[in-house]
């Protein structure tokens, strides 16, 4: 389905879809014995937003901090080792999966230049962002114009981690929460800051409030399902022609 932002309203050149869990499980996989499933999946899911599929390029996704510019020579592809796709190449689709990591939906409606990120706390402290703003600004856009729209992903409360986790965020510390012993870290948040941080104004950046791990029957979850084979959700990114 069509995920909207407030933020990309007035652009209607923009469009924004992130999966649901009754729509099947859209992440990449190396098992045959899955993989033709999620091919389907994919398949029936772009069908039906009216995507064609020989124009939707996909992340491989390793939790690293590369970003990836990309154009309509990459359609129906996968970018191996990489977390993030830019492109100013329009009726091209970009996508990530995720299941509790952040999807970042990226635009620069002056140099009409879209984005799509895959963060969990390894990117961030890797600085995926730093990398994909730098590439948005080598095409010309300015961060000032970057508008920023962050999916669903895991709210803190249900975010435990060790000290060495929250260590590597403890420039963040309203980020970080303490409670009983536990520590807890907030990935979107983490992400707002650090956007702020790379020059992409406060009203520029827009946030889901749904959480992955408290809508079960809406998301996959990779810490509520604790599957060896996580499933996910696919977030897409792309610009239509506009004929006006």
Request: aromatic share 8%.
């Amino acid at each position: 389905m069509r995920y909207r932002f407030e933020i990309f309203k007035n652009h209607r050149i923009v469009q924004t879809f992130f999966s649901q869990k009754g729509d099947g499980s859209m992440k990449l996989t190396n098992n045959p014995a899955l993989s033709e499933k999620i091919f389907q999946n994919r398949k029936v899911y772009f069908l039906k937003n009216n995507i064609d599929l020989a124009k939707v390029v996909s992340a491989e996704i390793v939790h690293d901090n590369k970003v990836v510019v990309i154009n309509e020579k990459n359609g129906e592809g996968v970018i191996l080792n990489a977390d993030g796709l830019i492109t100013r190449s329009k009726d091209i689709y970009s996508s990530i999966t995720s299941a509790d990591c952040l999807p970042i939906f990226l635009f620069e409606p002056e140099k009409e230049i879209i984005g799509m990120i895959h963060a969990g706390w390894r990117s961030l402290e890797k600085n995926i962002l730093t990398n994909a703003v730098s590439e948005i600004k080598k095409l010309g856009g300015l961060p000032k114009n970057i508008l920023a729209g962050i999916g669903p992903a895991i709210c803190q409360k249900h975010y435990e981690v060790g000290p060495e986790v929250a260590g590597k965020f403890e420039k963040y510390q309203e980020a970080i929460k303490r409670e009983n012993n536990k520590l807890y870290l907030d990935l979107k948040k983490t992400t707002r800051l650090q956007l702020l941080e790379l020059g992409i104004l406060k009203k520029n950046i827009e946030i889901t409030p749904e959480c992955t791990f408290e809508l079960p029957k809406k998301y996959f979850s990779a810490r509520q399902n604790r599957k060896r084979e996580i499933e996910a959700m696919i977030a897409v990114i792309g610009m239509i022609i506009d004929s006006n």
